[in-house]
């Protein structure tokens, strides 16, 4: 929710900062899996807790933790793609700008459905350590209608949601990353 409503109608769903905009979980022959994350706020967004920085962000449904010290800035972008191919490769093949970081994850997304949910650290818990995670983005995925059934091994992906479409523009007014397809080889 975006503020309390007690006993008043819901206001409406918190989104961000930090949502999944892109998700190729099926691609189609010598194709790669990846994960897009945008930063959707207009600050910088550490995907680590800041006064406990060994505590980060993590993606369940690929189960990545990202590394200490990483940071999102306003409007910006970040990949992580299955580790079938480095971010070297990928960023050659797909003509990512030097400006997105590229990440690798083990593992591989289900090729049917799926959940992909993004969480950040809560505050440790005082005499136990316990770190809570606290859900930041949730996308659950599915080869069949309403999803684009061109996303399942096709050269389609998913991007945003029902509730949630893709941006047209960033907070800082610079446009999205416009959506990987690999440089033709001709």
Known sequence: MISPTMGAANSGPRVGPVVIEEIMYHPPTGGHEYIKLVNTSGAVVSLYDTLNPSNVWKVSGIDFDFPPG??????????????????AQFRAVY??????EIFNYHGALDNDADTIVLKKPGEPEIG???????????VKYNDSDPWP?????GARRCTGSATRPMPTTLPTGRQPMPPMRP???H
Do not use: C, K, M, Y
């Not at 800035?73 to 079938?84: E, F, P």
């Not at 003509?95 to 997105?100: E, L, Q, R, T, W």
């Open 149 to 153: 059934l061109a996303a399942d091994g």
């Open 128 to 138: 136990t350590g316990f770190v809570p995670s606290i859900v930041v983005e949730q």
């Open 70 to 87: 990483v940071q999102l800035t306003a409007g910006d972008s970040l990949l992580l793609v299955r580790d079938t191919i480095s971010p």
């Open 95 to 100: 003509n990512v700008p030097a400006s997105i």
């Open 183 to 185: 440089l033709s080889s």
